[in-house]
């Protein structure tokens, strides 16, 4: 019964999602919402269509595959283009084939050891707030045994901003759900155990410090740790079990 009642709020999230990324197309396609225009702000868009903070970024980031919409950072999202175009250039991870999740995670690595340095150098007191926030709002759900999948993410995107390259946020938006592979293995429930929570949230705690504390070759070195590892984890499930 549990696992229904989780399967009906995801299956009720995605519907929320695709209503309003359908709403914000068919504005932008009809000219409600003209091109060069900037959309109402994430609170006007939670408030309008009575929904959460996280099903408007959901809604915004699938409009952004589309190439209709692009942020600018520290001015809102602006719509791109009136016509949908493509989606993510890059496919979901194969789920079946633990290989296929290996790879995305060292395309990430590629990306974001060099981002943790970035941020670690140029990040402003309030990225470093948020990304400490993030932090905190994983420990809260640890806590309390709620899923962590979105804060997970947040926190990496937290990390991007502070780069203060915006290509770094859409790299890992494009990503989508093969950014954080066990979002994939089964879809709207936490997979993971809390003691692996844990060991990941500590690995988090390093990156967050060095970040903050300035520390480009220890913020480098924290991710490279995170990401290394996490390949390793899933590279033991390849392994026959004795």
């Known amino acids: ?12 999230r995605v519907s929320l999602v695709s209503k309003v990324s359908d ?3 068919r504005r932008i396609v009809e000219g409600e919402l003209s091109v060069g225009e900037k959309l109402p702000s994430e ?11 996280t099903v408007v970024r959901e809604a915004i980031a699938a409009l ?8 600018r950072q520290g001015a809102g999202v602006f719509v791109r283009n009136n016509r949908p175009a493509g989606g993510s250039p890059f496919p979901l991870a194969d789920t079946a084939r633990i290989s296929s999740i290996i ?21 402003s ?35 991007a901003d502070a780069t ?17 592979p066990r979002a994939m293995l089964q879809p709207g429930r936490e997979t993971a155990t809390k003691e692996y929570l844990l060991q990941i949230q ?24 995170h990401l290394i590892g996490s390949q390793q984890r899933y590279r033991a499930r390849l392994r026959p079990q004795g």
């Not at 609170?43 to 903070?53: I, K, P, W």
């Not at 470093?128 to 995107?157: K, Q, S, V």
């Not at 690995?203 to 991710?223: F, P």
Request: hydrophobic letters at 45%.
């Open 43 to 53: 609170a006007e868009l939670t408030r309008h269509y009575a929904v959460s903070r």
């Open 1 to 12: 019964m549990a696992e229904e009642a989780a399967e009906h709020r995801r299956e009720g």
């Open 64 to 71: 952004r595959y589309e190439n209709m919409v692009e942020p």
């Open 202 to 225: 500590e690995e988090h705690r390093r990156i967050a410090e060095a970040v903050s504390a300035r520390d480009e070759d220890a913020a480098r070195q924290a991710m490279r740790v």
């Open 103 to 123: 790879e995305i995670l060292e395309l990430r690595a590629a990306v974001e050891i060099e981002a943790a340095a970035l941020a670690a150098q140029r990040r």
């Open 164 to 180: 203060n390259n915006p290509r770094f946020r859409e790299f890992l938006e494009l990503l989508g759900p093969s950014a954080i």
């Open 125 to 159: 007191p309030a990225q470093e707030e948020a990304i400490m926030e993030r932090y905190d709002d994983i420990n809260a759900l640890i806590a309390e045994g709620r899923p962590t999948l979105e804060a997970d993410r947040a926190f990496h995107l937290a990390i």
């Open 23 to 25: 709403d914000l197309r």
